[in-house]
């Protein structure tokens, strides 16, 4: 009797083994699998939760910024001002968290030249499609910045004056 109890016991661990190696192997495709699909750059070691603002800030980038920014950031001549390769994203992390909710208007000059047309703000976005957006923003093209964390991006969303987006 004792010996068909061991051997229970032996068939239940190496199923709970199974389980956490099957949950391993989905954490790992969830890391690599998107990785891939979408340029990012985000270190492995960084976490699901930051891998998943990201994918989400790209599709929200897409329906929200890429009509005017363009699906590739580039801009679009000397109307809509470059995401990707921006000095101006590189150096203006709050005003750029601002500028998706209240919009932004004036001169403005991005990696020397000068854009003046005002960009509308998106007051439906919430604070947490903010945080994802600009985790994609800040994590593609050649910027680097990973965890944007939520409380920091509400904070800063709290701060911002209305209409008045610094340049
Ligand atoms: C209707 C067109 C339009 C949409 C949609 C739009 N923008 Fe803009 N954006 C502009 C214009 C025009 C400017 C330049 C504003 C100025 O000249 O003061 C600008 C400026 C910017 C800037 C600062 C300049 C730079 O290029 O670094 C950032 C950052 C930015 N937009 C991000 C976004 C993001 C993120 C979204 C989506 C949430 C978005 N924009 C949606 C038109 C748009």
Not at 63 to 92: M, R
Not at 99 to 125: C, D, Q, W
Request: aromatic letters at 8%; hydrophobic letters at 35%.
């Amino acid at each position: 009797m004792p010996s068909k109890l061991a051997a229970e016991s032996v068939k239940m661990k190496i199923q709970y083994i199974s389980i956490a190696l099957g949950i391993l192997l989905l954490a790992f495709c969830f890391q690599y699998c998107s990785g891939k699909k979408s340029d990012s750059n985000i270190s492995v070691a960084s976490s699901v939760k930051q891998q998943q603002y990201y994918v989400h800030g790209e599709q929200l980038y897409i329906k929200h910024c890429s009509n005017c920014h363009q699906k590739n950031g580039t801009g679009l001549g000397l109307l809509y001002p470059p995401l990707a390769k921006s000095d101006y994203v590189d150096t203006n992390f709050e005003s750029v968290i601002c500028l998706m909710r209240y919009g932004m208007e004036g001169e403005l000059t991005v990696n020397g030249k000068s854009f003046n047309k005002a960009m509308p703000g998106i007051p439906s976005l919430s604070d947490l499609e903010i945080a994802e957006i600009a985790t994609y923003l800040y994590n593609t093209w050649e910027h680097q910045r990973d965890s944007i964390e939520l409380q920091d991006v509400s904070r800063i969303l709290d701060n911002c004056k209305e209409g008045s987006v610094s340049k």
